[in-house]
């Protein structure tokens, strides 16, 4: 049993450790796409791109911290 659930927590960790790199990869391209509006590299008159890279942002920064705290709980 012990041997299942070691092999179990590493595929876990593995898996977690995945969906965390793609979720810090979109926050990295949303801070680029507020920087690109911001500094006027892209065309964006009104300022859509800048408040949804704010908002996406903001609700995925939780979710890779949790992410983070996971992947740490399965490594123990």
Known sequence: MTA????LRTVLSR???GVLVC????IVAFMG???AGATG???DPHGYGIVAGVF?????TP???A??????????
């Open 67 to 76: 992410l983070w705290l996971l992947y740490l709980l399965l490594r123990r």
């Open 33 to 35: 796409l507020i920087v």
């Open 4 to 7: 299942r659930w070691s092999v």
């Open 23 to 26: 979720t810090l990869a979109l």
């Open 41 to 43: 590299l892209s065309f």
């Open 63 to 65: 979710v890779a911290l």
């Open 15 to 17: 898996i977690v450790l």
């Open 56 to 60: 996406l942002t903001a609700i995925l």
